[in-house]
């Protein structure tokens, strides 16, 4: 997505990294809808803490991103999305508990990929018609 709609470099994948797992495999906020969000405050974000107007134009995208996401996957906590593709949940900070994951499909195609997926397409149609506005 960062190439395609040429947001920032390689660097905001990179401090993307621990995301994963739901903050460092911790199961909290999804990392893939977090990433979501990251992505669109690069189109509409501020870029000085004092930028006030520009922290609240980057809300209502925001939230329809984080909304959107809920209803498509279902919840927006690692942990819980875990229970609803699997049945349960993993805590893949333990290491047993991540290779349960992984032999559960946990990076199949129906797994966290999808997830991944449905987040990407839903920042992608937002960034996109963001940068139309601004065209």
Excluded at 35 to 44: F, H, K, R, W
Excluded at 88 to 99: D, G, M, Q, V
């Amino acid at each position: 997505m960062q190439e395609t709609l040429s947001l920032g470099d390689g660097q905001v994948f990179k401090a993307a990294t621990a995301l994963a797992g739901g903050v460092a495999r911790h199961g909290e906020t999804c990392g893939a809808l977090t990433g979501a969000i990251m992505a669109i405050g690069l189109v509409v974000g501020r870029e000085r803490l004092e930028d006030v107007a520009q922290y609240n134009a980057a809300m209502a995208p925001a939230e329809e991103a984080y909304l959107r996401f809920q209803k498509e996957v279902g919840h927006t906590c690692c942990a819980e999305i875990h229970r609803l593709l699997y049945g349960r949940t993993y805590r893949l900070h333990i290491p047993e508990e991540r290779r349960a994951f992984h032999e559960a499909g946990g990076h199949s195609a129906t797994g966290c990929p999808s997830v991944c997926e449905k987040a990407a397409r839903i920042a992608a149609d937002i960034i996109l018609r963001l940068q139309d506005r601004q065209a």
